[in-house]
């Protein structure tokens, strides 16, 4: 966690956040859809940010490149996180649990990833 509070937030990305409370738009591309999964790939830029959206399904994603990004979450914290190829991260939702967060590239190569959302 590099910062908590909201600290360095911009009044415009605090909108961002109230407005994209229920985006469920959570990647650049939908590759494949059944009644049980979604598929989506995202590809962010250097320096460009997919903009806040929430999660609210289990899901996974798997990265297809190194990268790092900064990551602003609902709670007002900023985390700076790293990925190397091949990384895998499950996340499980009880309960109305959810997560509401941006994610921006902070490397000089792009973001990539495999995101799959269990449906069922």
Known sequence: MIASGFSGWSESLKQEFRDNAYNRV??????SETDRVRVWHIEVPPGERLPAH???????????RDGVSVQHVDDGTTRRVSYR???TRHFVF?????LLHDLVNDG???LEFLTVEHLD
Request: glycine residues 10%.
């Open 26 to 31: 959570i990647g650049s591309t939908v590759l």
């Open 54 to 64: 929430r999660h609210d399904l289990d899901y996974f994603w798997t990265a297809l």
């Open 85 to 87: 190829a091949g990384d």
């Open 94 to 98: 009880r309960d109305g649990a959810y």
């Open 108 to 110: 000089d190569t792009p």
